[in-house]
């Protein structure tokens, strides 16, 4: 299994940025895909972003244009570089690692999960 720790988050203004990261251990980060997700107070889970192994990228509709995602597989970290940021951006965001990028739906529930990290943003 993979061990994933989340960090970036907190409290920034509408119009502002933050960048996210995802520090993964596990010897399978380089061809792992990986995601990130949020979820609202009273919401359900939903994707945000996603990466594979070797770059492939899908978006959420709501975050395309502000959201970049990327990753560095030497420092096995995956980053959300997020932009012009809405109040109702504000959720728990987290890192997600799985074995396939498009096999399964990044919908259904797969691999390991960080524990979140709570972004906030005011109007």
């Known amino acids: 299994q993979v061990q994933l720790v989340e960090s970036g988050g907190g409290l920034v203004q509408a119009g502002g940025s933050l960048r996210l990261s995802c520090a993964a251990s596990?010897?399978?980060?380089?061809?792992?895909?990986m995601g990130w997700f949020r979820q609202a107070p009273g919401k359900q889970r939903e994707l945000v972003a996603a990466?594979?192994?070797?770059?492939?990228?899908n978006y959420a509709d709501f975050v395309k244009g502000r959201f970049t995602i990327s990753r560095d597989n030497a420092k096995s970290t995956v980053y959300l570089q997020m932009n012009s940021l809405k109040p109702e951006d504000t959720a728990v965001y987290y890192c997600?690692?799985?074995?396939?990028?498009?096999?399964?739906?990044?919908?259904?529930?797969?691999?390991?999960w960080g524990q979140g990290t709570q972004v906030t943003v005011s109007s």
């Open positions: 990466i594979s192994s070797d770059g492939r990228i």
């Open positions: 596990g010897s399978t980060f380089s061809i792992n895909a």
């Open positions: 997600n690692s799985r074995k396939y990028f498009s096999i399964i739906p990044w919908s259904t529930p797969s691999g390991d």
